[in-house]
């Protein structure tokens, strides 16, 4: 332990750690380890903690609750990073990786782009990651450097999802009964270049049997092809098949925007290619406790929205599946639609809403105040259980 020089006490005895985690003074015997103890649990007024989350639309929903945790907690956080994909947002957290992606160990040169200097790690905290499987990419090996310590919702998982009204239950269901000449598995284009970071998905490409067995095979009577939309036009075009009651499969996620848009698309039993289950954490760097007060550490573990909740808040935030008197910017022409098709619907909470930008602060904010309480004669709010 580092030593604590008398000449320390007046500072410590000033100190006031937002979240209410120190007083304003020296505990009433003047113990010397009791000061020990306050100053432990503030962080240096300069080294306030900077929250994380992966590039795509849910991810940045959910680190807006959690940073809208603190802001009621009255906790300072330095910034929130939230527009780097996976393979350099993990890097910048851990301190460790990305040397395929970036210039050095650590991604620093983005760490000095989102302002934090040319340093790695520049992260301490991140929400959400999906484990075991699908963010074990960049987290497993580096599990030394980090602990998890919360849980935003129960389940994310990657799937086939098909029109209720088909009857398949299975992959295979699908795969051995085509329903026409062309069957088509339908996704969205989320590369580099194609207008649609808010569905980034640097998993849903690895999906083998998309190009493969069992819907492309040696012996298949009819092949199977993958098409993929501009997001600007996705929803039209799947909202125009399932008016017309067309059979068709869509590559895609859980939870998400068109997961919540589009209700009637069910995800089939992908056994044995199921990439579940992915639980969506949180995770502190081990090295950055000591910026969060121990109340702050324990609201962010306490919070927990649900995959239902970041669905329908990744709806929110495109405009979509709103309450009338809930949008302030009415809708129809941008955002969402981006001036492609099916604007229908679609009421922005923000004027920069596009499938680049959604509105994740808003539609965190929209969360917040569905879930705490509204009076007596209204159920209670989960909100306020996560400051007990």
Known sequence: MRPVLLLGLAAVAEATCLGGQCASGVSDDGDSSALLQVKGACPPKDDAPVFGSPLSGYHNVTIWVYHQAMVELGFKVKKVVFAYEHAILYPMFLGKGGEDVCEAEGCPEYCAKAGLGYKSP????????????????????????????????????????????????????????????????????????????????????????ITGAPFVAEGNTVNWTYEAFPCTDFKHEIGSRLKNREEFLVLMWTPQVFAEVFPQLVPLDMSPFWNKPNVGKAQVRKDSRHKFTDKALAVLGAVFIGSQGVKQMDAWSHGFNLSQGEYPYGGGSKGGSKGGKGSEGHHPLCPSESWDSNCALEAAELWIKRNKDHGKDQPPGVWPTFFW
């Open 122 to 209: 520049c992260v301490d905290f991140v929400v959400d990651s999906n484990v075991p499987v699908n963010h074990a990419t960049w987290l497993k090996p580096y599990t030394d450097q980090f602990d998890v310590m919360g849980t935003a919702f129960e389940s994310q998982y990657i799937a086939l999802f098909a029109p209720d009204y088909t009857g398949w239950q299975t992959m295979y269901d699908a795969a051995n009964n085509p329903p026409n000449k062309s069957p088509k598995i339908y996704g969205w284009q989320s590369g580099s270049g194609d207008g649609c970071d808010t569905l980034y998905c640097p998993k849903c490409g690895t999906q083998g049997y």
